[in-house]
């Protein structure tokens, strides 16, 4: 038999073990967060943390879906990174049945989560550029950028060459190489049936977007790389150099009318002209 005091020790024995809620009732399990290592909340931020880059902006329940977890527990590590400043706030078009026009909170990469996922050598590639710069003058800053340009290009051309003539095929075969190459390369086609069809290739993350936004010969010998490897002229549309939260090239699909893209001399959005390697070599 036990005594009333007895009993009052017996539920907070209970309720400490999570059987009992506050009022005697059954209480749910705790979840799997409360138990979870510190090491493994770092590891899922992590994961949170390279799919806002590759495929931001995103939603907690955008998140949950694609990393098999309740949005609730995914609020829990995007509070986290918000306060370390790894990721920022946008407004995200509704999708789906919320209600007309009604905004819903959605996540892209902070500068600080960029610099997070980049490494901490940034001011000393900086520096090395700016003493190649002063040294041998800004076109040794470009001959550098254009040959890292082409050892990615290398990389890239056996898969866009196995894809074949299909252009689509070819933008995915170059955002799959550009992945490996820690740019978190996503492709997505806008303008079907339109003259103007096209596929967008974003790059979620750059490795160089420190070294970039110094020196823009990075993005422009970036840019006239992709025209090369995919054989049409691409147009940068946004930049994380410039400081938008992803890469966004335009890469035409259909046959565009004469003046629309030209392979010589073209601007694009931010007055980059970009040539074709072989235009590089022969000036």
């Known amino acids: 038999?036990?005594?009333?005091?007895?009993?009052d020790t017996e539920l907070d024995t209970m309720r400490g073990a999570g059987s009992v809620g506050p009022a005697g009732g059954?209480?749910?399990?705790?979840?799997t967060d409360a138990v979870e290592p510190a090491h493994d909340h770092a590891r899922t931020r992590d994961r949170v943390l390279g799919e806002i880059s590759e495929h931001g902006p995103l939603t907690a329940a955008d998140l949950g879906v694609r990393l098999g977890l309740t949005p609730a527990a995914v609020r829990r590590h995007l509070d986290v990174l918000a306060e370390q400043g790894l990721v920022d706030e946008a407004v995200s078009p509704l999708r789906g049945s919320r209600g007309r026009g009604r905004p819903a909170r959605a996540y892209v990469l902070s500068e600080g989560g960029h610099a997070h996922l980049r490494?901490?050598?940034?001011?000393?590639?900086?520096?090395?550029?700016?003493?190649?710069?002063r040294s041998a003058g800004p076109e040794a800053v470009r001959t550098f950028a254009t040959e890292r340009a082409d050892r990615l290009a290398a990389v890239a051309r056996p898969a866009i060459e196995a894809a074949g003539s299909d252009p689509e095929a070819r933008v995915e075969a170059l955002a799959a190489a550009l992945t490996t190459q820690g740019y978190a390369a996503s492709t997505r086609p806008v303008g079907d049936g339109t003259s103007r069809a096209g596929m967008q290739l974003c790059q979620g993350h750059c490795?160089?977007?420190?070294?970039?936004?110094?020196?823009?010969?990075?993005?422009?010998t970036e840019a006239e790389m992709f025209s090369d490897l995919l054989g049409v002229h691409v147009q940068r549309l946004a930049s994380l150099a410039h400081g938008e939260h992803v890469c966004t090239t335009f890469v035409p699909t259909s046959t565009p009318p004469p003046t629309a893209f030209t392979l010589s001399g073209a601007t694009d959005t931010h007055g980059t002209t970009t040539r074709t390697t072989g235009e590089r070599n022969r000036s």
């Open 1 to 7: 038999m036990i005594i009333s005091g007895e009993l």
């Open 26 to 31: 059954a209480e749910s399990c705790p979840s």
């Open 119 to 133: 490494g901490a050598y940034d001011e000393l590639a900086v520096s090395a550029l700016d003493f190649l710069a």
């Open 207 to 220: 490795p160089v977007q420190h070294v970039a936004t110094r020196y823009p010969q990075f993005c422009e």
